[in-house]
């Protein structure tokens, strides 16, 4: 059988999934991450930027 890992946007959206989940009787179990979903939002922001070569490279000796 497959797995899914779902990312909902905020709380609602968790709220609605789990009704769901609960309502068709399937199994899932949470996992709760230490980081702020704010941060983590930029943080993947970031990677985006540099995937898109939207970065600056700063010599050693220019510090």
């Known amino acids: 059988m ?3 890992i779902v990312h909902p946007r905020n709380k609602e959206q968790l709220a609605a ?6 309502a068709f009787k399937i199994s899932f179990e949470e ?8 941060f983590v939002a930029k943080i993947k922001e970031s990677r985006e930027q540099v995937k898109r070569g939207e ?3 700063v010599n050693i000796d220019d510090l």
Not at 17 to 22: E, S, W
Not at 31 to 38: G, M, T, V
């Open 17 to 22: 999934l789990k009704t769901f989940m609960k």
């Open 31 to 38: 996992e709760k991450s230490d980081y702020d979903p704010e």
């Open 55 to 57: 970065t600056r490279v």
């Open 2 to 4: 497959e797995s899914l």
